[in-house]
């Protein structure tokens, strides 16, 4: 399956994905989650620290056949055995070592491996809490008010030529991003959006989508709630439903 097709395809058809972000790093975590994976559009893997990427892997292939796309939160996270990788510029950084750095480094290892890379523009916005990206990155994340800002580095990232957009209230975030920030870039958008942190309801992840997400992502709210998903996965197909209605 080539993983952005599918994502452009349910764009065009007004078919929203959610996607679990899983963090290799947490063992305990993810393992509680396992057994809740099989009905799941997509699984994100990768975290802001650490290294141990193949046991997560191997463990996820075990519960699900839902595509598995790497989410590095560095170059020791990469893997030849998932499905495809987010090839991922943090657009509001300050330094060099988040934009270009480390794709410089693993570059030849992708082309080698011949896994699907898709370009991804990744805007880390303020949820009211610092996030571990924020911290590992050390970025500025964008305040919510400031919408022109937040739509021109989106714009920037699909003119750079980033196949999707992912606007980021970062790990734990007390405020997740605005539905006036999600409907604003959605409509200046070409390419599929995609919005996560500190979605901890199926109500705000409806809402996410009502805005324009295309894709949703939730991590740190299953970690803790793992029975919580296949509520999720009934809201969702009961939204979809309705759309279709």
Do not use: W
Request: proline share 7%; aromatic share 6%.
């Amino acid at each position: 399956m080539n993983i952005l097709s599918h994502i452009i395809t349910h764009k065009q058809q007004g078919s929203p994905l959610l996607a679990v972000l899983i963090d290799p790093n947490k063992q305990d975590a993810y393992t509680s989650i396992l057994p809740f994976l099989h009905e799941v559009n997509l699984i994100f893997v990768g975290g802001s620290t650490g290294q141990s990427i193949e046991p997560c892997i191997a463990s996820i292939r075990q519960y699900t056949q839902a595509p598995i796309v790497l989410f590095p939160g560095n170059i020791a996270q990469f893997s030849p055995n998932a499905d495809a990788l987010l090839f991922l510029s943090l657009l509001n950084a300050h330094t060099a070592d988040m934009l270009i750095t480390p794709h410089i480094q693993i570059a030849q290892q992708v082309i080698q491996s011949g896994i699907e890379s898709i370009p991804m523009g990744y805007i880390l916005i303020d949820g009211e809490h610092k996030s571990s990206v924020e911290i590992v990155s050390n970025c500025t994340p964008i305040p919510q008010h400031n919408i022109e800002k937040i739509i021109s580095t989106a714009l920037a990232g699909q003119l750079l030529g980033k196949q999707l957009i992912y606007l980021e209230a970062g790990s734990g975030a007390q405020k997740p991003v605005s539905t006036d920030i999600i409907h604003a870039v959605h409509q200046q958008l070409h390419v599929p959006l995609i919005v996560g942190g500190g979605i901890r309801t199926p109500q705000a992840m409806i809402q996410a989508f009502d805005a324009g997400a295309d894709i949703v992502v939730i991590g740190n709210h299953f970690e803790q709630y793992p029975q919580q998903l296949p509520l999720f996965i009934h809201t969702l197909s009961h939204y979809e439903h309705n759309r279709a209605r």
